[in-house]
Nanobody, 124 residues
Framework: QVQLVESGGGLVQAGDSLRLSCVAS????????MGWFRQAPGKEREFVAA????????YYSDSVKGRFTISRDNAKNTVTLQMNSLKPEDTAVYYC?????????????????WGQGTQVTVSS
């Protein structure tokens, strides 16, 4: 069973940066396909970023492309989301997700493993 623990959220001002981390345990991290999702108040959970095939290709939602960067350190079982130029509309609970299978990176239901989430609040 894979356990995921996120950290790094907080309250920042528009234009600031935050770095979220997700530490995985209980699985074979190098084989996991990792992604980040977020859920704003009153909205559905949405895709933010993920690694593609072989952990090389990177995929981002249009709303964060150019501002957010996903990375991973297999030696530390960690995936990171660097968030720059934050906007108030980035305010949400951010979730780390993982799966072993291939398929749709954007499909929430395809990820069986989820962290508890970390709150990011961006004030204007």
């Amino acid at each position: 069973q894979v356990q995921l623990v996120e950290s790094g959220g907080g309250l920042v001002q528009a234009g600031d940066s935050l770095r979220l981390s997700c530490v995985a345990s209980g699985g074979t991290f190098a084989s996991l396909r990792m992604g980040w999702f977020r859920q704003a108040p009153g909205k559905e959970r949405e895709f933010v970023a993920a690694f593609g095939w072989a952990g090389v290709s990177l995929y981002y939602s249009d709303s964060v492309k150019g501002r957010f960067t996903i990375s991973r350190d297999n030696a530390k079982n960690t995936v990171t989301l660097q968030m720059n130029s934050l906007k108030p509309e980035d305010t949400a609970v951010y979730y780390c997700a993982a799966k072993y299978t291939l398929g749709d990176l954007y499909a929430i239901d395809s990820y069986p493993y989820w962290g508890q989430g970390t709150q990011v609040t961006v004030s204007s």
